[in-house]
């Protein structure tokens, strides 16, 4: 086998299926190459970005025979920008790719058969990120980073796609050089601010009003919080004086929905501002800041609900047999990593609990990124 260098370019390579990450898998001399900006049977030119013993990443440089889900990206900067990997893919093919990703994950880590869709949600497939967090170069402009890299990438004419149209031309901000730049639409108000001196802003989710650090936690995708709530609250069919756990609660998404309808509320967050904004806004829960595997010892040993959003490493075992040593009717799990999703749901059918049903829903438009809501009950 040739020794590969980052940099070197490999022509005609085969593009094989879809995996986790947004790449597409070929071969090169016995070898797996992950590409970028590639697509499922296409035949393309790649520039190698990074060679390992096992495996060599690459980005598609050019492309001889191409999928009919090819399409042109609506951003000319998108196999610059790090942002979105899938602009070069037909939306309604790009849920397709994810559906395939969360099936073959869950079927493989967990022996799960996901059978539904990645549901499209409004707005899509542009406009709609309500966060946006811009880096400022070394002439005061406000760019995105490039993928796997420090280097900052000017916005085209027109702006960000995928923000929305209110954040997503940033002003140009002379004499300042480096730093960050945020792009926020909330209830309360839009605009920009720097990020070491964000504002607090007020967000309403249906009849649910939460306070946020604009630097805080907050799901980016204008109608997430409300498609997550209804997913979890239809799941779990909370009823008034049970009690409930939101671990990795953020500033009380869920919290505030469960003691809204009269149940007793134990939150924990890690981010202690995020919890100082939770017992303000949902004053009925209570909660606690730290991580929240060393954290059950503040909360109530039997519980009837628990709703887990951890981060994209998931929540892990020793967090899910706590989960699970209280005993719960119904467990929440939102995820936004399915690999991590399919190792937990592993764990909990080890523990006893099986999924009893998992949406998947396209949260994060024009790129590979999916968020995952699986309700899990006690096996009978
Ligand atoms: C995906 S967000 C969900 C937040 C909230 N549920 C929402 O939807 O707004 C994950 C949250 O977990 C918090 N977090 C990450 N690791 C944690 C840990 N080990 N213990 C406690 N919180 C953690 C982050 O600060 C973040 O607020």
Request: proline fraction near 7%; glycine fraction near 10%.
């Amino acid at each position: 086998m040739s020794e590969l260098q980052p940099g070197q370019v490999l022509t005609h390579l085969e593009i094989g299926p879809v995996a986790h990450g947004g790449h597409f898998v070929a071969r090169h001399e016995g070898r797996v190459v992950f590409v970028r900006h590639a697509l499922p049977d296409e035949v393309v030119d790649v520039r190698l970005t990074q060679v390992t013993r096992r495996f060599a990443r690459a980005d598609a440089i050019a492309v001889h025979q191409a999928s009919p889900h090819r399409v042109v990206p609506p951003c000319p900067i998108a196999t610059r920008c790090g942002g979105c990997d899938f602009q070069h893919v037909e939306p309604g093919y790009a849920r397709e790719l994810k559906r395939r990703v969360v099936a073959e994950l869950l079927g493989h880590l967990a022996g799960y058969d996901f059978t539904g869709e990645v549901e499209e949600v409004e707005p899509s497939p542009l406009g709609w990120r309500r966060r946006m967090r811009y880096h400022v170069d070394q002439e005061g402009r406000p760019g995105l980073r490039a993928h796997r890299s420090g280097e900052v990438v000017a916005l085209p004419e027109g702006g960000c796609r995928i923000a929305d149209p209110a954040i997503a031309s940033p002003p140009r901000l002379p004499g300042r050089a480096g730093g960050e730049l945020l792009g926020v639409v909330a209830t309360s108000g839009t605009g920009f601010m720097r990020s070491d001196e964000p504002e607090t802003l007020t967000e309403v989710v249906g009849e649910l009003s939460y306070l946020v650090d604009a630097d805080g936690f907050w799901q980016a995708h204008a109608s997430a919080p409300r498609v997550l709530l209804e997913r979890v609250l239809s799941g779990l069919e909370p009823k008034a004086g049970e009690r409930a756990l939101d671990l990795y609660c953020g500033v009380g998404l869920f919290a505030g929905a469960l003691a809204k309808r009269d149940l007793r509320v134990w939150g924990v967050e890690g981010d202690k501002r995020a919890v100082v904004l939770a017992q303000r806004n949902v004053p009925s829960a209570r909660f606690v800041a730290g991580d929240v595997a060393r954290r059950f010892a503040q909360l109530p040993e039997q519980a009837d609900l628990v709703v887990l959003d951890p981060p994209r490493t998931g929540a892990g075992a020793g967090v899910l047999a706590a989960v699970a040593a209280r005993g719960p009717r119904a467990i929440a799990y939102v995820a936004c990593d399915p690999a991590a999703l399919g190792r937990d749901l592993r764990t909990l059918a080890d523990l006893g609990y099986q999924p009893t049903s998992l949406s998947a829903h396209d949260l994060f438009p024009m790129t590979h990124h999916v968020e995952c809501v699986a309700i899990l009950e006690p096996r009978r």
